[in-house]
């Protein structure tokens, strides 16, 4: 079974709203989880690396205002994409790493359209 | 930043042949980890196989093997007895043991001929 769940899996929003994306690792816990980005056919982009306790590094070029991250518990991090517009739409993928296995899983990602 | 390239976009592989992806890497560390990622249409990354570089035997996971030449900085994949079911973008990835993020390739999509 999943081993880190994302929620949700499609979520379609009007342009000017916000939205939350929830990952949750569920057989573990994870003080280090990332943020992907994925266009059509494209690898994945890092957005950020979250982190439980303490603030989300961000990549170049990758808005903070404009993706907040929160890592409130070792099992729960949310990106909250804010005043969604168009170019936003795209697949964000979560992952998290587990120290005892030495690897990173993914959620199952969510898709994001807005209109 | 360490630099991932798959320089195969796609390839394809009639039933129970065997399919190889290629996989360089640009690093000056000594220790670090290379992985393969396999997503399927469902787009659900998951993990294939992981490859130790302190390790010189080759990891093996039933059908998926890879070649590592460290020297070479090189870690391909090979599919033997391909299915259907291999049919997928397929990820190369490298980390470091203290940074846990990982760099990616920008992946080969493979396709399974019946």
């Known amino acids: 079974g999943a081993v880190v769940s994302q929620h949700p899996s499609r979520v379609i929003c009007k342009s000017g709203t916000s939205v939350k994306i929830e990952c949750r690792s569920l057989d573990f816990q994870a003080t280090t989880m990332f943020w992907y980005r994925q266009f059509p056919k494209q690898s994945l982009m890092l957005m950020a690396t979250s982190n439980e306790g303490s603030k989300a590094t961000y990549e170049q070029g990758v808005e903070k205002d404009k993706f907040l991250i929160n890592h409130a518990s070792l099992t729960l991090s949310t990106l909250t994409v804010t005043s969604a517009h168009p170019e936003d739409s795209s697949f964000y993928i979560c992952?998290?790493?587990?120290?005892?296995?030495?690897?990173?899983?993914f959620g199952a990602g969510t898709r994001l359209s807005v209109l | 930043a360490q630099t991932v390239t798959q320089s195969q976009p796609e390839m394809s592989v009639q039933e129970a042949e065997t399919v190889t992806l290629s996989c360089t890497y640009d690093?000056?560390?000594?220790?670090?980890?290379l992985f393969w990622y396999k997503q399927p249409p469902s787009r659900q990354m998951i993990l294939v196989i992981r490859?130790?570089?302190?390790?010189?035997q080759n990891a093996t996971e039933n059908r998926f093997s890879v070649n590592f030449q460290k020297a070479a900085k090189s870690f391909s994949l090979k599919i033997s007895d391909s299915q259907l079911g291999d049919a997928a973008m397929y990820f190369c990835?490298?980390?470091?043991?203290?940074?846990?993020?990982?760099?990616f390739g920008a992946g080969t999509t493979v396709t399974v001929r019946a």
């Open positions: 690093t000056s560390e000594s220790d670090y980890y």
């Open positions: 992952s998290a790493s587990s120290l005892a296995k030495n690897i990173q899983y």
């Open positions: 490859q130790e570089a302190y390790k010189q």
């Open positions: 990835a490298y980390r470091t043991p203290l940074d846990y993020k990982l760099s």
